[in-house]
């Protein structure tokens, strides 16, 4: 389905061009009415890459930039590179060199991943930490990636994405209070897989990017339009269609305005990432 009316963004969506769909499910987004994607790093593990030192991240990040610009020339949807170290990988990289050397190795990773956003190739960073229970080493390395991370999106101007545990109310007022701490405006920061607390997030002025799983977005759009949709697509073979397959936000979206009409899918789909991101989001 070719949609001429409203732009419709996939604010978190994995492509991998080696072992996936690749194009062929960006394809998918397209015919049922998608426009945009933010593009996101697949973990390195997932494109066999073994991480031994900062400058091997270079690999994951120009791999992201090449999909994305495969996406730009080959289909009728943009795609904007969202680069990111996911923070699972903080985990195995400690196993073989320990909790600091391997933060060492991520800090460096966003080193040269910020300056791809920096030459406008890029135009966000994704971190955070893993959203599962780990040790007390683990947590704190990862918080204080993490706010490495919010400083250097801070001094150079870039917003960031995070993956980290389920989004609660207090997932929210730790995380608003490490930004603080690195000097970075919370409205810069956009909690992936997110749930519908719409209002709670804007209590601390964090942008939810909410999975499109069933009632995810009807829970949300009672509370307002000051969030993103996403799918979380992995484009992973061996788990076909996970998280949510790249039909899903255009094809939610099409049902919703039925009931919503337009206008809130204008802020969610263009208004809102336009503002997060400095882009512009317009249908080509």
Same mark, same amino acid.
């Given at each position: ?57 270079? &690999? &994951? ?70 959203? #599962? ?12 990636? /993490? ?10 101007? #870039? ?37 519908? &607390? ?17 009632? /995810? ?9 000051? #969030? ?15 998280? &949510? ?19 809130? #899918? ?19």
């Amino acid at each position: 389905m070719k949609n001429d009316a409203f732009p419709i963004t996939d604010n978190h969506i994995h492509i991998d061009l080696k072992q996936g769909k690749g194009l062929e499910a960006v394809y998918e987004f397209e015919r049922s009415g998608g426009t945009h994607m933010f593009l996101v790093s697949l973990p390195s593990r997932h494109l066999g890459f073994d991480i031994k030192s900062a400058d091997d991240y270079k &690999l &994951l990040f120009d791999e992201t930039l090449r999909v994305s610009n495969k996406i730009n020339e080959e289909t009728g949807v943009v795609s904007f590179p969202v680069l990111g170290i996911h923070p699972v990988e903080i985990i195995g990289l400690s196993e073989k060199y320990g909790i600091e050397n391997a933060k060492e190795i991520i800090c460096k990773g966003f080193d040269i991943a910020s300056s791809y956003v920096v030459e406008k190739e890029a135009v966000a960073l994704k971190t955070g930490r893993p959203h #599962f229970e780990t040790n007390q080493g683990i947590k704190n390395a990862s918080n204080e990636i /993490m706010s490495y991370v919010f400083s250097l999106a801070h001094e150079k101007k #870039f917003p960031v994405q995070l993956h980290v545990e389920e989004m609660t109310e207090n997932s929210l007022n730790d995380i608003a209070r490490i930004a603080k701490n690195a000097k970075l405006s919370p409205e810069k920061i956009i909690n992936h897989h997110a749930t519908p &607390l719409v209002k709670e997030a804007e209590k601390y002025g964090i942008y939810p990017s909410i999975t499109c799983g069933k009632d /995810m977005i009807e829970t949300a759009i009672e509370s307002g339009t000051r #969030f993103l949709m996403e799918t979380d697509y992995v484009d992973d073979p061996v788990r076909p269609g996970f998280v &949510l397959g790249p039909k899903t936000v255009p094809k939610r979206t099409l049902k919703l305005v039925e009931k919503y009409e337009a206008e809130p #899918f204008w802020k969610i789909h263009k208004e809102i990432p336009e503002k997060i991101y400095d882009v512009e989001i317009e249908i080509k």
